[in-house]
C-alpha cells in the first residue's frame, strides 16, 4: 500500500505530458466561446473541460449544459481545479483574469488581441515568463496546417519584399453572431480582423518598425507598415461593408514572384484544436515557446497600438518595445 502512494505521488508531480489529459477551464459563455473554443475542448482527445466560467450567469449555465460540464460562478473555484485556460472574453476582461491565472500557474490559450492596451499586453507577457506557463494566441489562421506550409513555403524560398491584405467584413449584417460586441463597435476592425494580417504579415516580411494609418468610411482603417530590412506592407481593414463587397486576400511579392496565402474558408473547431495540442506540448517542454505565444501576440498589440496613435495623430509612429524584453 504505501509503495503505490508513493507511486501516486510521483505520477501526479510528472509533467503534463505524463497525465492522460490535460483539465482546462473554458473562460467565456457567448457563441465563440461554445462553438469553438469549448467545442474543442469537448472533442481533444487529450483535454477535459472542466467548466465553464461567464460573466452573465444564466448564459453560463446553459453553455456548460450544452457542453455538458459544469456552470462556475466562482472563478477562483474554476482556477483551483484546472491546468489551463481557454479565452473566449473581451480583450479587458481577458487580460485580467490572464494575469491573475498565470500566477497561479496556469497555461494560457487567450484570444487575440491579448488586449488593447499596451502595458496590459506586456504585464500579461511578464506575468507568463515569470510564471514560466506555456501560453498562445489563436491566431485562427496559423493553426490551420495550409497556412503553416505556405510560410514554411515562403521561409524556404526568402526574397519577399512587399505584402498587402485586405480583410473587409461585414458583422452587422442579419444574423451575424459578432453583431452586438461592444468591444467590436468601439474598436473596429483595426482590433478584431488587424491581428489575423498582421500574423501573417510578421513572419513573412518580418518585423514591424513603423505604421502610418488612414482611415475610410465607418470604421476602415488603412496601414501602411514598415518592416524590417526596408521591407513595406498595406493592410485595408473593415467589419462594415456592404455586404456585397466582403472579401478577404493576402500575398507576399519578390524577386521570386507572388504568394497568395490560402483564402479559406478554414473551420475554427479545427484551428482551436491544433492550438490545444500545441499548448499541451508546449507545457510538457522544458522551453515554452512557440511562434504564436504570448510574446508574439504582444508584438501584435504594439502593431495596432502604435496604428491608433497614428490614426489618432496623423504621424508616422515608429513601433518600440521595452529595453529590457
Same mark, same amino acid.
Given at each position: ?200 504579415? *510578421?513572419?513573412?516580411? !518580418?518585423?514591424?518598425?513603423?505604421? =502610418? %494609418?488612414?482611415? &475610410?468610411?465607418? @470604421?476602415? #482603417?488603412?496601414?501602411? +507598415? ?23 486576400? *493576402?500575398?507576399?511579392? !519578390?524577386?521570386?514572384?507572388?504568394? =497568395? %496565402?490560402?483564402? &479559406?474558408?478554414? @473551420?475554427? #473547431?479545427?484551428?482551436? +484544436? ?42 508616422? #509612429? ?8
Amino acid at each position: 500500500m504505501r509503495l503505490l502512494r508513493g507511486l501516486h505521488n510521483i505520477l501526479e508531480k510528472r509533467p503534463v505530458h505524463w497525465r492522460e489529459r490535460m483539465r482546462v477551464g473554458l473562460i467565456g459563455s457567448g457563441y465563440w466561446a461554445r462553438t469553438v473554443h469549448g467545442a474543442s475542448v469537448v472533442q481533444h482527445p487529450r483535454a477535459e473541460l472542466v467548466g465553464v466560467w461567464g460573466r452573465d450567469a444564466g448564459r453560463t449555465a446553459e453553455t456548460a449544459a450544452e457542453l455538458r460540464t459544469h456552470p462556475f460562478s466562482d472563478l477562483n473555484a474554476l482556477l483551483d481545479g484546472v491546468e489551463a485556460l481557454t479565452f473566449a472574453v473581451p480583450p479587458e476582461v481577458q487580460a485580467t483574469i490572464a494575469l491573475r491565472a498565470a500566477a497561479e500557474g496556469k497555461h494560457l490559450l487567450l484570444e487575440k488581441p491579448v488586449a488593447t492596451d499596451v502595458d496590459q499586453a506586456r504585464r500579461v507577457e511578464a506575468a507568463v515568463e515569470d510564471a514560466n506557463v506555456a501560453s498562445l494566441v489563436f491566431f485562427t489562421r496559423r493553426f490551420m496546417a495550409e497556412t503553416e506550409d505556405w510560410l514554411r513555403r515562403l521561409a524556404e524560398v526568402g526574397g519577399w519584399e512587399c505584402g498587402r491584405a485586405e480583410s473587409a467584413a461585414n458583422i452587422y449584417s442579419e444574423g451575424n453572431p459578432f453583431g452586438n460586441s461592444p468591444w467590436r463597435k468601439e474598436k473596429g476592425g483595426l482590433w478584431d480582423i488587424g491581428p489575423h494580417a498582421l500574423s501573417l504579415l *510578421l513572419p513573412a516580411l !518580418g518585423d514591424v518598425t513603423s505604421v =502610418v %494609418a488612414g482611415g &475610410g468610411r465607418r @470604421d476602415q #482603417v488603412h496601414l501602411v +507598415l514598415e518592416h524590417v530590412d526596408n521591407r513595406s506592407s498595406t493592410v485595408s481593414l473593415s467589419l462594415a461593408v456592404p455586404q456585397a463587397a466582403v472579401g478577404n486576400s *493576402l500575398y507576399v511579392y !519578390g524577386e521570386h514572384g507572388r504568394e =497568395v %496565402a490560402p483564402p &479559406g474558408p478554414f @473551420d475554427p #473547431v479545427q484551428a482551436h +484544436l491544433a492550438a490545444l495540442d500545441a499548448l499541451i506540448e508546449q507545457a510538457a517542454a522544458p522551453e515554452r515557446h512557440h511562434p504564436c505565444d504570448v510574446h508574439f501576440g504582444t508584438r501584435v498589440v504594439e502593431v495596432l497600438s502604435a496604428a491608433e496613435e497614428s490614426l489618432r495623430d496623423g504621424r508616422r #509612429v515608429a513601433v518600440t518595445r521595452p529595453e529590457t524584453r
